[in-house]
């Protein structure tokens, strides 16, 4: 079997979709996409095709190793995303043409289903005491919702007050068993981070996520002080090689590495035994597509630390198109009491509707996350 063709599909609200075609009718599907910068990782996909067309699309690990060493600068999000969707396509075409779901050739499944959580409140966190309200009735037991909107570095005690008006918000509508996750999302540095930490103890959170920039982690010791919640990062962290100083110093309880930015499947699963050794939890990062949901329930189905899955139905992102728009059969994510089954079919386990695809791709999109300011004028973080 030889790959023969490769297909980009920038697609609403925010996703690439890959298609990669092989001279035995065999194909797959990947998600290789930066969030805001789809064009990029389209063309660095593009670059790496000479590597690709002509190969056998079973090597997976040589075809990884090129992509990834081949080129003499590596890592980051843009190249790292590229080849996860390649990485991802590449494995739904192993799957398609052994019969087996991806899970089987990665040991097996050590469960049946997993844990998922729902967003509520959007990027400037209103109403989320009702929504989490909504999303208990729906079945869902956690939700994740951000932090706050912009913060400087020393910023005001009524924003920190907010914050945990709208938790404890959550927390009441709720109830005591609810998982409640808190993403900071970077926009809360070091010193303002120690004091939110601190003042949300009360409400027993699953996890704060993302408390400091990734690349200021040396800060999670000085957060890790002031809170005995657990404390998530990783989805801006690209490969085993990012993720081995933070687990070495020993101050994160949950990663979050992105099955389209960081590697795809092959290096998701090397982060995660990683992170086993070390004691540490995983929690995928998915607010995208369903070729990114497929990769990582196939993660899921074979990693025993990983403890919740993320996923973006109905997130405040996906405007133009959800989830299931891009499925022939949108019921193989078909959630239950706060779970969903590991999809057992070939491959990732989802049949992409291509038609809805290629007619979508007419449309694309342009979506950039906005550029917030504090209230001196200096840019913030979104």
């Not at 329930?297 to 990693?303: F, K, R, S, Y």
């Not at 139905?313 to 989830?323: A, V």
Request: glycine fraction near 10%; include cysteine; charged fraction near 25%.
């Amino acid at each position: 079997m030889k790959i023969t063709e490769i297909e980009l599909f920038t697609v609403p609200p925010r996703w690439l979709f890959l298609k990669i075609s092989t001279d035995e009718g065999i194909t797959g599907w990947g998600e290789p996409v930066v969030e805001g910068r789809a064009d990029t990782v389209a063309a660095a996909v593009r670059e790496l095709e000479p590597c690709l067309i002509g190969n056998d699309p079973s090597r997976i690990e040589d075809l990884w190793q090129v992509l990834y060493r081949g080129g003499f600068y590596r890592g980051g999000p843009v190249m790292m995303s590229a080849i996860a969707g390649i990485d991802q396509a590449l494995w739904d075409i192993k799957g398609q043409r052994y019969g087996l779901p991806v899970y089987e050739f990665l040991g097996g499944a050590a469960r049946e289903k997993v844990r998922v959580y729902s967003w509520i409140g959007g990027d400037r966190p209103t109403d989320v005491g009702r929504a989490a309200a909504e999303k208990k009735e729906q079945g869902f037991n956690a939700i994740k919702m951000n932090a706050s909107g912009e913060m400087n570095y020393i910023d005001s005690f009524s924003k920190v007050e907010a914050i945990v008006e709208r938790v404890a918000a959550v927390r009441e509508a709720t109830g005591p068993d609810f998982g409640i996750a808190v993403d900071f999302h970077g926009r809360i540095h070091r010193a303002m981070a120690k004091v939110v930490a601190k003042e949300l103890e009360p409400y027993r959170l699953m996890f704060i996520e993302e408390p400091v920039l990734p690349e200021n982690n040396e800060a999670l010791r000085e957060v890790a002080r002031h809170t005995s919640t657990p404390i998530a990062t990783g989805e801006r962290m690209y490969s085993r090689w990012d993720f081995k100083g933070l687990l070495e110093d020993g101050y994160v309880d949950i990663i979050q590495p992105d099955l389209s930015h960081a590697g795809g499947i092959s290096e998701v699963k090397k982060i995660a035994a990683m992170a086993e050794a070390y004691d540490v939890t995983v929690a995928p990062h998915c607010p995208l597509g369903p070729v990114a949901l497929a990769s990582c329930l196939q993660l899921d189905a074979c990693t025993p630390n990983v403890f919740i899955q993320e996923q973006s139905l109905g997130i405040h992102y996906n405007q133009e198109s959800d989830l299931l728009d891009y499925l022939e059969d949108p019921t193989v994510f078909q959630y239950e009491d706060g779970y969903v089954a590991i999809p057992e079919g070939p491959g990732l386990g989802i049949r992409v509707d291509e038609s809805v695809v290629r007619e979508a791709a007419r449309r694309g999109h342009k979506w950039k996350n906005p550029i917030w300011r504090n209230a001196d004028g200096t840019v913030a973080e979104w």
